[in-house]
């Protein structure tokens, strides 16, 4: 209970979620979906972790233990995605339940590019013939153009802090890169409106232009008076 007090609590007191409005791209829903290989020593079973995002922040995730073993890392990448998938249609039906539909496919990033082939592929691949059928939902899915699996780099993996213990550097530049988008975010809605004000305000003086001049003309000339 001490270290989590003094290396965790202490060490995170400045993280939090910080949600921004930035036009009608901010409430859009993205995952990303993260596995690791064979974690448990003892059953060398694997962990799933996604997370899901709306404005600039995380609003649903989850980290669990797979309950099969998997022989590749494609395979429990493509597990793993099951539940991602599975999570994504939920949010977007509960969007539209609250009649915010979200036009479009959701995008769930995805650091495995076998995975991401497996679930476009109209034919059974050859590492996945053993596969239970349930597993592949994310193909359906994907075929309907209800989600959309776009590859991200394995050190921008968000999700990588949901499924293994990471080292205090690699932890803490995932948590930045939330932090930074965030905070970017930020400062473009802050220019943006800014811009408009200014914009309001040129818009204001040219209206009012043709009365300054007539009024400067007849103070410079008050004979004409």
């Not at 153009?145 to 499924?163: F, G, P, S, V, W």
């Not at 205090?168 to 930074?180: A, N, V």
């Not at 811009?195 to 305000?201: D, P």
Request: net charge neutral; proline share 1%; aromatic share 8%.
């Amino acid at each position: 209970m001490k270290r989590i007090f003094r290396y965790y609590l202490r060490g995170a007191v400045s993280y939090g979620l910080q949600y921004t409005k930035d036009g009608d791209n901010a409430a859009i829903l993205t995952g990303y979906s993260d596995a690791d290989w064979a974690g448990d020593i003892n059953d060398r079973k694997s962990t799933s972790g996604y997370l899901f995002v709306i404005s600039g922040a995380v609003v649903s995730w989850k980290s669990r233990k797979q309950t099969c073993v998997a022989l590749s890392t494609a395979e429990t990448e493509y597990v793993a995605l099951v539940g991602a998938t599975h999570e994504a249609a939920w949010m977007r039906q509960l969007r539209n339940d609250l009649c915010h539909e979200q036009v479009g496919s959701t995008v769930i990033y995805e650091d495995n590019q076998a995975a991401i082939a497996i679930s476009q592929q109209q034919h059974s691949h050859s590492k996945m013939k053993h596969t239970d059928i349930r597993y592949h939902f994310v193909r359906k899915l994907v075929q309907d153009n209800t989600i959309e699996l776009q590859y991200c780099r394995t050190d921008d993996m968000i999700a990588d802090i949901l499924t293994k213990g990471l080292t205090h550097e690699k932890f803490s530049r995932l948590c930045t890169i939330r932090i930074e988008r965030s905070v970017c975010l930020h400062v473009r809605r802050s220019v943006g409106e800014s811009g408009h004000a200014c914009q309001t305000i040129i818009e204001s003086c040219l209206l009012l232009l043709p009365l300054i001049t007539s009024l400067l003309f007849f103070v410079t000339c008050p004979t004409i008076m």
